[in-house]
């Protein structure tokens, strides 16, 4: 990424996923990620197992500048705990978890429209089509 601490400053389109990362901004990041107004940041996830409302705290911080959190779970869809669901509620934030490819290609169809959205993405290994 830009810089030592996993930061890109801007939020950005993802180009590509898979091969245990993620390509925008011309650039690739290996690892999951965090997609927020204040930019791309790396993200110490690496299964559903560990999204938490500890983990989502960077996001939870800048609700008030998100209307939707999508949660990439890698390959497969599983439960998150409801207390995510209830805490981003109260600051009126929908949360959408899906498979990271889903919620990547919901997450750029909403960037190009210039929705106040945000995504918390488990990087992958490989591509499902």
């Known amino acids: 990424m830009a810089s030592e601490t996993g930061h890109y400053p801007y939020q950005a389109a993802i180009d590509a996923y898979g091969n245990g990362g993620f390509r925008f901004a011309d650039m690739s990041h290996r690892g999951s990620l965090l ?22 705290e960077p ?8 209307d939707v959190l999508f949660i990439g779970l ?10 995510i ?5 109260d600051k009126q934030v929908i949360v959408e978890a899906v498979a990271t490819g889903g919620a990547v290609r919901t997450y750029n169809i909403l960037f190009g429209e210039k929705r106040a959205i945000a995504a918390a993405l488990i990087a992958v290994d490989q591509v499902r089509r």
């Open 35 to 56: 997609c927020l107004p204040t930019g791309m940041h790396a993200w110490d996830v690496n299964n559903a197992g560990q999204v938490t409302l500890a983990s989502l």
């Open 59 to 66: 996001v939870l911080a800048l609700a008030d500048q998100i």
């Open 74 to 83: 890698g390959n497969d869809i599983a439960a998150i705990d409801p207390a």
């Open 85 to 89: 669901r209830a805490a981003f509620r």
